[in-house]
């Protein structure tokens, strides 16, 4: 895959999980969520740190957790919406502006 | 009498043809009832294999459930088992009932499934070095997660087993 079709690949990620069409969920790895998708394929994205610096990394594995695919192109802002996904931050903030 | 007896006579001079139309009656009566019991069987068969399935789910819930009160416990090793056996329940339930799922149900088994791997990780390095004390709530929030998925899985394949029933 080159760099482009993995950028076009995380960007459709982006876009589905803005619309809910894929919902997320934090795993037991700090800064790790999980998703999976058409019955087949799981995605986490995490992010994490080397010699200080922060990368966002992105990993597709099939129904057996082989490794498929393995991107850094464009994971930060997927590692973002996933993350207010999986916290369900959209739901939390509604809710105190309803309630408080 | 006189159509009685006529009747008789009927039957007696064309026997062959009466016998063959009665002979052709049965088969059909015969025919129908095997359809009914066959597809009685079906249904006993594919109601059998949906109890199932709630049952391996149900099963995989008991798992996460204890496999909480081992981590409070911090007994590591018995945390990994029973991760273990939760994980081999949701490949099951994938890999027998995979056809029987809605595809919204098949991905929150996998993504359980996923989640229970990070903890089985974390277990594992929690049975050799002592795990820190966000490490061991990360665990049990991943746990609760799983749980949760599986719950909905669970939901999904009662509502599959009242509707056939």
């Known amino acids: 895959m080159t760099k482009e079709e993995e950028r076009k690949f995380v960007n459709h990620l982006i876009e589905a999980t803005r619309s809910g069409k894929i919902d997320w969920s934090p795993t037991a790895v700090k800064d790790q969520f999980a998703a999976s998708v058409q019955g087949k394929y799981i995605i986490t994205v995490t992010k994490g740190w080397e010699e200080d610096e922060v990368y966002f990394e992105l990993k597709m594995f099939d129904q057996k957790k082989r490794d498929m695919l393995e991107t850094y192109q464009g994971v930060a802002e997927l590692f973002q919406v996933a ?14 502006l309803e309630n408080l | 009498m006189s159509i009685i007896s006529s009747l008789f006579e009927f039957v007696r001079c064309n026997w062959g043809s009466v016998a063959s139309v009665l002979g052709l009656l049965l088969s059909v009566w015969v ?21 199932a399935l709630a049952e391996e789910l149900t099963e995989t819930s008991a798992s996460i459930l204890q496999m909480g009160s081992w981590t409070r416990a911090q007994k590591w090793d018995v ?11 949701c490949n099951i339930a994938l890999t027998r009932w995979g056809d029987v799922l809605p595809e919204d149900a098949k991905n929150d088994l996998l993504t359980a499934s996923q ?15 002592r795990l820190s004390t ?19 899985v669970l939901g999904h394949a009662r509502k599959i087993e009242e509707r056939s029933s």
Request: aromatic share 0%; charged share 25%; no cysteine.
């Open chain 1, 83 to 96: 993350r207010e996904r999986g916290l369900r931050v959209d739901e939390a903030v509604t809710d105190i």
């Open chain 2, 31 to 51: 025919l129908v009832i095997a359809i009914k019991v066959k597809q009685a069987t079906q249904q006993i068969a594919a109601m059998t294999r949906r109890k």
């Open chain 2, 79 to 89: 945390v990994s088992l029973k991760t273990e056996e939760a994980v081999s329940h």
């Open chain 2, 115 to 129: 989640i229970l791997a990070t903890i089985l990780e974390l277990a594992t390095k929690g049975s050799i070095n």
């Open chain 2, 134 to 152: 966000s490490q061991r709530e990360s665990v049990s929030q991943a746990q609760s997660d799983a749980n949760t998925l599986i719950s909905r």
